[in-house]
């Protein structure tokens, strides 16, 4: 009986020393992120509202509450802290881009917002589209709530 648990135990240890060979040419990161079945849009659960306090150049921050809807809706408060204490709120639609990784926010008052779109959190975007860099871009980051 001691054979066959040492034998056992040999094979085992023998099979967990098998290392997977590299591939000769790995796929760039770029074509392992660009499957179209794979997208934020079609992936994630990313309907609900996310929440952040991004940063304001004249005031302590702005407390903020994105909500997406599934229908395409969303709805957004802002209020400024350390200001009046007024709480803005929009409205509008939204709508994704072709690779279904980000989507922008479109008023009622014309006025865009972009957002990626990841795992429980959205990436508020500059106005070109891009994720704010530098020490500040933790900052942008909003977080779902619900």
């Known amino acids: 009986m001691k054979t ?12 967990s ?24 849009r079609i992936s994630l659960d990313w309907a609900g509202s996310y929440a ?6 004249d005031c302590a921050g ?16 802002s209020r400024y802290l350390g200001k009046t204490g007024k709480v803005f ?4 639609t939204f709508e994704w881009n072709p690779s279904g990784s980000a989507v ?3 008023s009622k008052q014309g006025a865009t917002q972009s957002y990626k779109v990841g795992e ?9 589209g891009q994720a704010v860099t530098g020490p500040l871009a933790a ?8």
């Open 4 to 15: 066959i648990m040492t034998a056992s135990l040999m094979a085992l240890t023998a099979c």
């Open 17 to 40: 020393a098998i290392q997977p060979k590299p591939t000769d040419s790995p796929m760039p990161i770029e074509a392992a992120t660009a499957d179209p079945a794979h997208n934020s």
């Open 52 to 57: 952040a306090v991004l940063p304001c150049a």
């Open 62 to 77: 702005i407390d903020t509450l994105v909500t997406l809807h599934m229908d395409g809706t969303f709805s957004r408060q």
């Open 89 to 92: 709120t929009d409205t509008g």
């Open 104 to 106: 922008k926010l479109v």
């Open 120 to 128: 429980n959190q959205l990436i508020h975007l500059d106005q070109s």
């Open 139 to 146: 900052h942008y980051v909003l977080l779902k709530t619900r």
